[in-house]
């Protein structure tokens, strides 16, 4: 028909590799439905419900990268190798099915694990019970993250890994602390252009480092294999038993130290408004109870809960700049026009949100630049942001009201750029030189802080 366009499915390219998957390993069976999972800002993931012969139906993950991977981020076949290897020392992860490499598109496939990984909906579960009943499942659950860690820290694992695994990690180094400060160098190298406070905060962070360094003198532990993301939205949960099903998102791991794991799951970052300290709901004596019972070293129990009551300030502030870095990379590698740019770009704007708590350390106090719903933008800017609001306010109230899902998202997604554009419409112009760079560094955040917590 002329003038018509064809409706492209956003799933058309994930079906060969879903049916080469199923014939690899050696399953007779058709596909009953495919569908994008939401979330992955830095790999897609797919869901394919196959059914064979029998009627038994069988549910995949498919996973592949996005437009352009993170600087550091693992490939299909090195994420592939680590869960498995994952999988061999006893942790919980989606069981992996097979690997599919083209030039062009490679794929990684995984058994689909029951649950949520969603932190606020885990977190409301896990409250709606009398306290005491709360207080035994949430000390459950956070001494199974530990048993977790423990697996993957353990002794038997890096002796593993080092055998197996150095195509994609590279060879074992003799110190995991120094191996972690060099994958948080790597990866800060690679911003582009990093924001004047996120270099302070680097430094900073690298100083502390050198500090506990110093400290610790000639004292060293070889590095194990850390993940390097473990924190709740990537930790399937089942909400009907409160139990860790799957431990999942492994493109970051890598060699370093297991203090980067604790203070990760533990970060204020992380905790997705909840009020215990490991993941939001838990206490880290419980996770280290459960990390303890994983852990054949009596010795390195000891050394672990005497690393946590001394450094664990410094890996949460580790944990904070490592994610800024993240979310900066997240930013630069928007393109416009692209599907996810909306998404990337927003996730950069967070830069100054996830080092607030880091620099209030390191500095003592922050600047604030405050930006009022009522305050009014620039005269010369006053049409656009009246059409701005309302372009929000149609998005939100209107359009996102009739939609669900992903699209629902999106909606939203584009009322969140239209308030930070419109806090930036708001700021005031600043012609004063600063003195030093940590007088620029401060003023810059109070003004990134501001856009970013403006709600007009």
Same mark, same amino acid.
């Given at each position: 028909?002329?003038?018509?366009?064809?409706?492209?499915?956003? +799933?058309?390219?994930?079906?060969?590799?879903?049916?080469?998957?199923?014939? #690899?390993? %050696?399953?007779?069976?058709?596909?009953?439905?495919?569908?994008?999972?939401?979330?992955?800002?830095?790999?897609?993931?797919?869901?394919?419900?196959?059914?064979?012969?029998?009627?038994?139906?069988?549910?995949?993950?498919?996973?592949?990268?996005?437009?352009?991977?993170?600087?550091?981020?693992?490939?299909?076949?090195?994420?592939?190798?680590?869960?498995?290897?994952?999988?061999?020392?006893?942790?919980?992860?989606?069981?992996?099915?097979?690997?599919?490499?083209?030039?062009?598109?490679?794929?990684?496939?995984?058994?689909?694990?029951? %649950?949520? +990984?969603?932190?606020?909906?885990?977190?409301? @579960?896990?409250?709606?019970?009398?306290?005491?009943?709360?207080?035994?499942?949430?000390?459950?659950?956070?001494?199974?993250?530990?048993?977790?860690?423990?697996?993957?820290?353990?002794?038997?694992?890096?002796?593993?890994?080092?055998?197996?695994? +150095?195509?994609?990690? =590279?060879?074992?180094?003799?110190?995991?602390?120094?191996?972690?400060?060099?994958?948080?160098?790597?990866?800060?190298?690679?911003?582009?252009?990093?924001?004047?406070?996120?270099?302070?905060?680097?430094?900073?962070?690298?100083?502390?480092?050198?500090?506990?360094?110093?400290? #610790? %003198?000639?004292?060293? *532990?070889?590095?194990?294999?850390?993940?390097?993301?473990?924190?709740?939205?990537?930790?399937?949960?089942?909400?009907?038993?409160?139990?860790?099903?799957?431990?999942? !998102? @492994?493109?970051?791991?890598? @060699?370093?130290?297991?203090?980067?794991?604790?203070?990760?799951?533990?970060?204020?970052?992380?905790?997705?408004?909840?009020?215990?300290?490991?993941?939001?709901? %838990?206490?880290?004596?419980?996770?280290?109870?459960?990390?303890?019972?994983?852990?054949?070293?009596?010795? *390195?129990?000891?050394?672990?809960?005497?690393?946590?009551?001394?450094?664990?300030?410094?890996?949460?502030?580790?944990?904070?700049?490592?994610?800024?870095?993240? *979310?900066?990379?997240?930013?630069?590698?928007?393109?416009?026009? !692209?599907?996810?740019?909306?998404?990337?770009?927003?996730?950069?704007?967070?830069? *100054?949100?996830?080092?607030?708590?880091?620099?209030?350390?390191? @500095? =003592?106090?922050?600047?604030?630049?405050?930006?009022?719903?009522?305050?009014?933008?620039?005269?010369?800017?006053?049409?656009?942001?009246?059409?701005?609001?309302?372009?929000?306010?149609?998005?939100?109230?209107?359009?996102?009201?009739?939609?669900?899902?992903?699209?629902?998202?999106?909606?939203?997604?584009?009322?969140?750029?239209?308030?930070?554009?419109?806090?930036?419409?708001?700021?005031?112009?600043?012609?004063?030189?600063?003195?030093?760079? +940590?007088?620029?560094?401060?003023?810059?955040?109070?003004? !990134?802080?501001?856009?970013?917590?403006?709600?007009?």
């Amino acid at each position: 028909m002329r003038g018509a366009r064809a409706v492209t499915d956003p +799933t058309q390219d994930i079906r060969p590799i879903i049916e080469e998957a199923a014939e #690899r390993v %050696g399953l007779k069976a058709s596909i009953k439905e495919m569908r994008r999972l939401s979330g992955g800002a830095i790999n897609q993931n797919f869901l394919a419900e196959l059914t064979d012969g029998s009627d038994q139906t069988h549910r995949w993950v498919l996973r592949r990268g996005q437009s352009l991977p993170i600087p550091g981020s693992l490939n299909r076949a090195a994420e592939f190798a680590v869960v498995s290897h994952a999988e061999k020392m006893g942790v919980a992860v989606a069981k992996p099915i097979t690997l599919i490499e083209h030039e062009s598109n490679s794929a990684s496939v995984f058994q689909w694990c029951s %649950g949520q +990984t969603d932190g606020r909906a885990i977190l409301s @579960w896990l409250s709606k019970s009398d306290q005491h009943a709360n207080a035994e499942k949430t000390k459950r659950l956070t001494q199974s993250l530990g048993v977790q860690l423990a697996r993957l820290h353990s002794t038997q694992s890096a002796e593993t890994a080092a055998k197996t695994l +150095t195509t994609h990690l =590279g060879p074992r180094p003799d110190d995991g602390f120094a191996a972690s400060i060099d994958l948080l160098k790597r990866s800060f190298s690679k911003v582009k252009a990093p924001k004047s406070y996120l270099i302070a905060a680097y430094e900073a962070c690298l100083n502390e480092a050198e500090t506990i360094q110093r400290a #610790r %003198g000639q004292t060293k *532990a070889p590095a194990c294999i850390a993940h390097n993301d473990f924190r709740l939205g990537n930790l399937m949960i089942d909400p009907s038993t409160s139990q860790l099903t799957a431990v999942l !998102d @492994w493109e970051f791991t890598a @060699w370093g130290d297991p203090m980067a794991d604790i203070g990760w799951v533990s970060a204020p970052c992380w905790r997705f408004g909840g009020s215990g300290p490991v993941a939001g709901f %838990g206490a880290v004596d419980d996770l280290l109870t459960g990390y303890a019972s994983a852990c054949a070293d009596a010795q *390195a129990i000891v050394q672990m809960k005497a690393r946590v009551a001394g450094e664990l300030g410094f890996w949460q502030r580790y944990a904070h700049l490592r994610w800024a870095v993240i *979310a900066a990379q997240q930013g630069e590698r928007a393109i416009s026009g !692209d599907v996810e740019a909306l998404e990337l770009l927003l996730t950069g704007a967070m830069v *100054a949100s996830i080092l607030e708590p880091t620099l209030a350390h390191y @500095w =003592g106090s922050l600047p604030t630049i405050a930006l009022g719903e009522r305050d009014a933008p620039e005269p010369a800017h006053a049409a656009l942001d009246q059409l701005l609001a309302e372009a929000a306010h149609h998005l939100k109230s209107y359009l996102g009201a009739q939609l669900s899902g992903s699209q629902r998202y999106s909606a939203l997604m584009s009322a969140n750029a239209i308030r930070l554009a419109r806090g930036g419409l708001r700021l005031k112009k600043n012609a004063s030189v600063h003195s030093n760079a +940590t007088d620029q560094a401060r003023h810059e955040l109070a003004a !990134d802080l501001a856009v970013w917590s403006f709600r007009g």
